[in-house]
């Protein structure tokens, strides 16, 4: 306990010291020591003293005494890099997931989540994205003042010593705004809440756009004894009219398809499901991008093989088309 006050006096001193050269002012409080200063910054009672030109250890609560950094550190010490000590960056390749990498490397995915605490989803992460992997179980935090990390210290009942050896900060003046510092054992509970909600969003379809269904799903008779499958739904909308992402997930394909689809885009969602959407007249995304539910990705157009301005829109699982009206409210 007593450990634990003298460890966040440490940090309260980067506001309630100046520093002047490479020294932090201290103003004396009673029951101070020598030995307890010269424990506080990581430097020698004899260090101080020299300073200080003192002939004796007795201090009085109000002396003002210099407090030689440099002298412990050897220089003025860095911050802390960002990430913090001991955590390694992994790219995201194409087909891994969150498990898998956190498999890897021996940790859970909420270790994952904790030390990367702003991914947007769980499932799908775009290629390339560059998570942070942490040593071990705990929470990153982006400190907006240098005082935050007092307060989360204390608010997750930390030893702010070990707060301290976790992120390499051996003075006050290691704490920064704008620092990442590493929480250990704390989980990521609020952000685990929102990428549940992100999870359950992503498994839900929503409509494209809003219209009159021209076509449904299946066999359709093209009159004369001939019979086609059709594998979407048509809704109908003037030119020009916004399609949505019916589902989360990333852009697998943009452009011209020469299958009679004109303006395709193909979507891919959490677990592999796909939504395509067929003769638009406008593409608005590219391949690699991630979209989310409700995002517009195109304008309703009458390209391909089409008789008229409407959205085809198909929904693949496991590889075959099956009817989006299943899934649609
Ligand atoms: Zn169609």
Same mark, same amino acid.
């Given at each position: 306990m007593i450990k634990k006050v003298f460890v966040a006096t440490l940090l309260l001193l980067c506001f309630f010291s100046a520093q002047a050269g490479g020294y932090a002012l201290r103003i004396i409080k009673s029951g101070e020591s020598l030995g307890l200063l010269a424990n506080l910054y990581d430097t020698s009672v004899d260090s101080i003293m020299r300073v200080n030109e003192l002939e004796s250890e007795l201090m009085y609560p109000g002396d003002k005494l210099k407090i030689p950094l440099l002298d412990a550190t050897g220089g003025i010490s860095e911050l802390a &890099?960002? +990430? &913090? +000590?001991g955590f390694v960056t992994h790219s995201i390749q194409s087909g891994e997931a969150l498990s898998t990498i956190a498999q890897n490397y021996g940790l859970s995915v909420e270790a994952i989540v904790g030390a990367n &605490?702003? /991914? !947007? !989803?769980l499932d799908m992460l775009p290629v390339g994205l560059e998570l942070l992997i942490p040593p071990s179980l705990g929470l990153v935090v982006t400190l907006n003042q240098a005082r935050d990390l007092i307060a989360l210290v204390n608010l997750n009942k930390l030893d702010p010593k070990q707060v301290l050896e976790k992120n390499n900060i051996y003075s006050p003046n290691n704490v920064r705004a704008g620092m990442m510092v590493f929480l250990p054992n704390v989980k990521p509970s609020e952000s685990l809440e929102r990428l549940a909600r992100v999870r359950e969003e992503e498994n839900r379809y929503v409509w494209p756009i809003h219209g009159r269904i021209t076509s449904y799903f299946g066999r359709r008779n093209l009159g004369m004894g001939t019979s086609s499958f059709h594998s979407a739904i048509d809704v109908a909308a003037p030119t020009g009219t916004p399609v949505a992402a019916s589902r989360s997930g990333t852009v697998i394909y943009a452009g011209w398809s =020469?299958?009679?689809? %004109? =303006?395709l885009i193909k979507i891919q969602h959490a677990g592999g499901a796909e939504t395509w959407y067929a003769h638009? !007249?406008? /593409?608005l995304v590219s391949v690699g991008q991630y979209v989310k539910q409700g995002e517009i990705i195109s304008r309703v157009g009458t390209t391909g093989?089409?008789? %008229? &301005?409407?959205l085809h829109f198909e929904l693949h699982e496991g590889g075959k088309a099956i009817d989006p009206l299943s899934y649609l409210m």
């Open positions: &890099p960002s +990430p &913090p +000590p &605490p702003d /991914i !947007s !989803s =020469n299958r009679g689809y %004109g =303006n638009n !007249s406008k /593409i093989l089409s008789t %008229g &301005p409407h």
